[in-house]
């Protein structure tokens, strides 16, 4: 992530021995803002209640062109980790940094143990903030007065092998979805997009061998055991989020799951919930075989070590949902 001087943003795992630069950090980002009933809680950080808290669980720090201009303090709770004192200085906002703390702390909620959910607060009087948390996949799951409660899952990646734990690890994300499901499936040609959304077919019990839809745009696979179809489509030609809504798809995408292949960009906008799956290869990794679905999408010669990063998000990935994530993480 680059900064307007041409930097990038690097943000840095941190304890007590930072609080000087969070609290800085704290009161250029709260400061400004209008006055609140009651006050931000985080006014009233010191740098020793700061140290005192980093000292406990840690923090983070985002630099930008070698300035501390970011942060947040880390506070796990049982499944949750917390995210506190979430902060921007006014003259870097608008460059990423906000979203370069978040992705990090996701990164780091996944390494802790029994971690599901990602927490933050955001006041209710600052409807910019509660954005901010939404656009970024949180959901809201309850008030504590003046606060909202946001949640998010925490993504999990999954190293597999080859292309026949590719598809158990779909076979396992279909026994976790339901109808009305919506998966935004990227990764580069070969990656094994399809083998996984054989798997995914497999675990729905859908009817017809599940192929790349390239030159059909999309696919519809009837549910042989009484529940969803799977919507099978393939992305890479469409030029937007329309085009896809004038697909004469014959189901109600309510009453199906459906997985878009080369979706990032395109599918987002057909439910206020997703699962993003992104397939990225090991470097050295070959093109793969092939399996025929017009993609080079093989995954199958058994030496191809690829991993799979699964992010709920939205209000169906938290709770029981959240916890399934984690179980196939």
């Given at each position: 992530m680059t900064g307007p001087g041409g930097g990038a943003v690097r943000v840095r795992r941190v304890g007590p021995e930072a609080a000087a630069d969070v609290l800085a950090v704290v009161r250029a980002a709260f400061g400004p803002r209008p006055p609140l009933d009651p006050p931000a809680d985080a006014l009233a950080e010191t740098e020793e209640s700061l140290a005192a808290v980093l000292g406990s669980h840690g923090g983070l720090v985002a630099e930008l062109d070698g300035e501390v201009v970011g942060a947040l303090v880390l506070d796990p709770v049982d499944e949750r980790l917390w995210l506190r004192r979430v902060g921007v200085v006014p003259t870097a906002q608008d460059h990423g940094v906000a979203t370069a703390?978040?992705?990090?702390?996701?990164?780091?909620?996944?390494?802790?143990?029994?971690?599901?959910?990602?927490?933050?607060?955001?006041?209710?009087?600052?409807?910019?903030?509660?954005?901010?948390?939404?656009?970024?996949?949180?959901?809201?799951?309850?008030?504590?007065?003046?606060?909202?409660?946001?949640?998010?899952?925490?993504?999990?990646?999954?190293?597999?092998?080859?292309?026949?734990?590719?598809?158990?690890?779909?076979?396992?994300?279909?026994?976790?979805?339901?109808?009305?499901?919506?998966?935004?499936?990227?990764?580069?040609?070969?990656?094994?997009?399809?083998?996984?959304?054989?798997?995914?077919?497999?675990?729905?019990?859908?009817?017809?061998?599940?192929?790349?839809?390239?030159?059909?745009?999309?696919?519809?696979?009837?549910?042989?055991?009484?529940?969803?179809?799977?919507?099978?489509?393939d992305a890479y030609r469409l030029g937007g989020v329309a085009e896809l809504d004038d697909l004469d798809l014959d189901t109600d995408l309510d009453h199906a799951v459906t997985v878009v292949?080369?979706?990032?960009?395109?599918?987002?906008?057909?439910?206020?919930?997703?699962?993003?799956?992104?397939?990225?290869?090991?470097?050295?990794?070959?093109?793969?075989?092939?399996?025929?679905?017009?993609?080079?999408?093989?995954?199958?010669?058994?030496?191809?070590?690829?991993?799979?990063?699964?992010?709920?998000?939205?209000?169906?990935w938290r709770g029981e949902a959240a916890a399934a994530l984690a179980r196939l993480g």
């Open positions: 703390l978040v992705e990090a702390a996701l990164d780091h909620a996944a390494a802790l143990p029994g971690c599901a959910v990602v927490a933050a607060l955001a006041r209710l009087e600052l409807p910019a903030s509660v954005g901010f948390w939404t656009s970024h996949g949180f959901a809201a799951v309850g008030r504590e007065a003046p606060y909202v409660v946001l949640e998010r899952a925490v993504p999990r990646t999954v190293a597999v092998p080859d292309g026949a734990a590719m598809q158990a690890l779909g076979e396992a994300l279909g026994a976790v979805l339901r109808a009305g499901d919506l998966v935004v499936l990227t990764g580069g040609l070969g990656a094994g997009k399809t083998t996984l959304t054989q798997g995914i077919g497999r675990g729905l019990g859908v009817r017809g061998g599940v192929t790349s839809p390239t030159f059909v745009i999309a696919r519809v696979h009837p549910s042989e055991v009484g529940g969803p179809d799977l919507v099978h489509v292949e080369w979706g990032a960009g395109v599918a987002e906008g057909l439910a206020d919930s997703r699962l993003e799956v992104r397939i990225e290869r090991s470097e050295g990794d070959g093109d793969g075989d092939g399996d025929g679905d017009g993609d080079g999408d093989g995954h199958g010669d058994g030496a191809e070590l690829r991993r799979v990063r699964l992010a709920g998000l939205g209000p169906r």
